[in-house]
């Protein structure tokens, strides 16, 4: 069990992550020919909320949770709580599900899905929570590197024309993760120019995440979406203020889908001074 990510597990950045994401999936799902989801850091999959550490607040309580106290939410909100709410039992939160839990739930019997994760242990736990799912490849390893076998996505030899990369890195490497995205945007996009790519980024740095949107929006992609969540003003440099995620190819008039969340995001998960952003930075035809 990693620890860390128990703690973050379910936060606002989270919330505002898997929404999006079941969103994208929904979208996707409106055609009946298979999509592909390709999710680069995927992690364990599934995050168990009682840790060792539990006389620490768990962040999950000052996110998730808070919406599910809520009695009426916009549609794409009460389906992403519905997805947590399924992974665990009646009334109760014991853990979180990650993104390829998320996603999995949400294939159809003709979608495919790639999980690739670097940790070894994390890896394995991923591979056990699959083990039984066809329609899910878990590949541990390097996520930039593997999007070179694993595109174009194929199914029994038949090229996989929809789908979306899920590209969520722990920054770890800093700046320096920016670059690393941006090559896998690009080699992305050169594999599958039809791509729906899905970039989760904190927001810590701005200087180094606006040279980042104007390199992405430069990509040969038909639009870039914007979406971010600040819970608190962007001028704590210790804690994560708030988060985004940057829609490369994103389906049509998309922003209209996320529209309604937005505010409610920023009034049940945001302090003083939150506010949302939901922007095209390359408008779609
Ligand atoms: N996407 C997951 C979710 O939403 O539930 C959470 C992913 S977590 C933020 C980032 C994960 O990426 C960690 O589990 C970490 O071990 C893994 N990781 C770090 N570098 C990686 C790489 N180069 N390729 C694949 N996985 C990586």
New binding site residues.
């Given amino acids: 069990m990693?620890y860390r990510?128990a703690f973050h597990?379910g936060n606002h950045a989270?919330v505002l992550?898997?929404i999006v994401?079941l969103a994208l999936i929904d979208a996707f799902k409106r055609k009946e020919t298979p999509f592909f989801v390709l999710?680069?850091?995927?992690?364990?999959?599934r995050?168990l909320l009682a840790s060792e550490e539990s006389r620490k607040t768990l962040e999950i309580e000052d996110g998730v949770m808070r919406l599910m106290a809520q009695p009426q939410l916009p549609p794409v909100v009460e389906r992403y709580l519905k997805a947590v709410q399924a992974d665990n039992p009646v009334g109760s939160m014991i853990c979180y599900?990650?993104?390829?839990?998320?996603a999995a739930q949400a294939l159809r019997p003709q979608d495919r899905m790639a999980a690739?994760?670097?940790?070894e242990e994390?890896a394995a736990a991923l591979k056990a929570l699959f083990a039984h799912d066809g329609r899910v490849g878990v590949h541990p390893?390097?996520?930039?590197?593997?999007l070179r076998s694993l595109l174009p996505p194929k199914a029994n030899g038949d090229k996989i024309g929809r789908g979306l990369v899920?590209i969520?890195?722990?920054y770890?490497a800093q700046d320096a993760e920016y670059q690393?995205i941006l090559a896998a945007l690009a080699e992305t996009l050169s594999r599958w120019p039809q791509a729906t790519c899905a970039v989760?980024f904190p927001i810590k740095q701005r200087r180094s995440i606006l040279h980042f949107f104007r390199k992405a929006a430069a990509l040969p992609i038909k639009s870039a979406l914007l979406a971010e969540l600040l819970v608190r003003p962007d001028d704590s440099p210790l804690r994560l203020n708030g988060s985004g995620m940057l829609l490369l190819n994103a389906p049509w008039q998309f922003d209209r889908v996320l529209a309604p969340a937005m505010p409610v995001l920023k009034q049940h998960l945001g302090e003083k001074g939150a506010s949302t952003r939901l922007e095209w930075l390359k408008a779609g035809d």
Avoid: F, I, M, V
Wanted: charged share 25%; hydrophobic share 25%; glycine share 12%.
């Fill in positions: 990693n990510h597990a989270d992550k898997h994401l999710d680069t850091h995927a992690g364990r999959g995050y599900p990650g993104s390829p839990l998320l690739c994760e670097l940790q994390e390893g390097d996520g930039y590197a593997l899920l969520d890195p722990p770890e690393r989760w």
